[in-house]
């Protein structure tokens, strides 16, 4: 069967909001030579995600389907099953949807899709009520894929197992981002600076999804540590979640509310990078950290959690504390980091692979080659 125009990548996916899937996702598909390679999304969720107009000025078709809860399964596999015999075009299916990647995946392979691509983008350390489903699906999942996609080594280990990462089956694709825009910048970072009233203040910043995962409720122990030791100290969150209101109202609680900006989800991350002075990434646990990455381009010293893969560390300034240290010891950290000396990592961004010029080209060409294959 032979289709005309570009090849329509078909990519599976929760929603399009800012996430760190989400992000990877766009950041690719806008340096995709659109007459070659089109990315169409299929979402569980019915809310108007921030990312769709630009898919759509791109050329790319959005599609809605079921959540994927479990009174949802038996409905959503009927659904999918029916999507992709109304759609023969999908040749690729490319599925960020972690294990549940079981769910599509086996029914492209049932209707014959040549390429089923599963990508890992993160290493679940926590267990809870849904841990028991995720080791089912897991492992489920692996006969039904003809490609593995990972962003580090430790999620490729949590989706597929040690021996499919030691035979190389499995393909690490970075979290590339866009270098020009992570160049440090000094009159950007004044100029944002002094909007926000910030030009006499030492700026610690973190940026994720308000969420259990991104562990911000430590941070705010932590800063409050840090403020009793530098009362100029102020906090930059940016994202949304779940948690915001909780997280605001412990702010209040701790008394740091007034030191401490929700900044919200926005376009421009890159320019309130710039504005900080020290980047700190508490997770509880992370694929690779996407944030952390865009946050050494810029050139912030930064401190993480011993959950972020030691992969994301390109620039050896990240310092790596457990988070069985007290709020004061991570405050202590942050207070020793050279905050003096700034400068962008480009040249360093390509030598690990993390320029996205260059590996859009990369998994542009992947795409076509599975397709011949």
């Not at 806008?30 to 169409?40: E, G």
């Not at 401190?303 to 390109?314: C, G, H, K, L, Y």
Request: hydrophobic share 40%; proline share 4%; aromatic share 12%.
């Amino acid at each position: 069967m032979s289709f005309d125009g570009p090849e329509r990548v078909l990519v599976l996916i929760t929603s399009l909001n800012r996430g760190g899937a989400e992000t990877m996702a766009m950041n690719y598909y806008r340096h995709f030579d659109r007459n070659i390679i089109q990315y169409d999304f299929l979402v569980n969720r019915e809310e108007i995600g921030a990312y769709e107009e630009e898919i759509q000025s791109l050329g790319g078709r959005i599609y809605r389907m079921c959540p994927m809860y479990p009174q949802y399964f038996h409905r959503y596999k009927k659904e999918f099953r029916a999507f992709l015999r109304e759609h023969p075009e999908y040749r690729i299916i490319h599925s960020n949807l972690e294990e549940r990647s079981y769910f599509p995946l086996k029914i492209a392979a049932e209707e014959n899709v040549p390429v089923r691509i599963s990508h890992a983008h993160n290493e679940y350390r926590t267990h809870d009520l849904k841990t028991p489903f995720r080791d089912y699906f897991r492992h489920h999942l692996r006969p039904y894929i003809t490609d593995g996609f990972a962003c580090s080594t430790e999620a490729g280990i949590w989706l597929y197992g040690e021996d499919a990462m030691r035979t190389g089956k499995i393909k690490i694709v970075q979290n590339a981002i866009d270098p020009k825009l992570y160049c440090f910048n000094p009159i950007e970072r004044d100029s944002l600076r002094t909007k926000l009233k910030l030009t006499d203040r030492f700026v610690v910043g973190n940026v994720g999804r308000l969420a259990e995962q991104k562990n911000q409720r430590f941070l705010l122990d932590v800063f409050l540590e840090l403020h009793k030791k530098r009362s100029d100290t102020f906090l930059l969150l940016v994202g949304e979640g779940e948690l915001r209101d909780s997280l605001i109202a412990y702010a209040v609680e701790l008394g740091i509310s007034n030191d401490i900006a929700f900044v919200g989800s926005v376009p421009n991350v890159w320019d309130y990078l710039q504005a900080m002075d020290c980047f700190v990434f508490p997770s509880l646990y992370e694929g690779l950290g996407m944030s952390l990455i865009e946050a050494q381009a810029t050139g912030l010293p930064c401190v993480a959690s011993s959950a972020v893969p030691t992969e994301a560390d390109i620039t050896g300034n990240v310092k790596i504390l457990p988070l069985t240290l007290s709020a004061q010891k991570w405050a202590e950290a942050i207070l020793d980091l050279n905050v003096e000396k700034r400068s962008s990592n480009r040249s360093l961004l390509k030598s690990k692979h993390f320029d996205i010029e260059d590996e859009a080209k990369k998994l542009q060409a992947f795409y076509l080659k599975s397709i011949e294959r």
